[in-house]
């Protein structure tokens, strides 16, 4: 339920089967027209899993740079 404050309460049902305990952080974000919530080492976890996969040697942050740089330079 969404209180007056813009507050949401999750059901102590739902915060058990999700391991949820008072203190925890969550990551919220949109996925559509859904709003989907995970506790914030769960969200890290898996951005760790999907980067797994690169080389060793291949830098995500260097690549978009490079990318910003050119775009930056055609504009």
Same mark, same amino acid.
């Given at each position: 339920?969404? #209180?007056?404050? #813009? !507050? /949401? %309460?999750? @059901?102590?049902? %739902? !915060?058990?089967? $999700?391991? $949820?305990? @008072? #203190?925890? !952080? /969550?990551? /919220?974000?949109l996925s559509g027209p859904r709003l989907v919530i995970e506790r914030q080492q769960d969200a890290v976890a898996e951005l760790r899993q999907l980067g797994k996969g690169l080389p060793k040697g291949r830098s995500l942050v260097d690549e978009l740079l490079a990318e910003r740089r050119l775009a930056a330079s055609t504009e």
């Open positions: 339920m969404l #209180g007056k404050q #813009g !507050r /949401l %309460v999750i @059901p102590a049902e %739902v !915060r058990a089967a $999700l391991g $949820l305990v @008072p #203190g925890d !952080r /969550l990551h /919220l974000h």
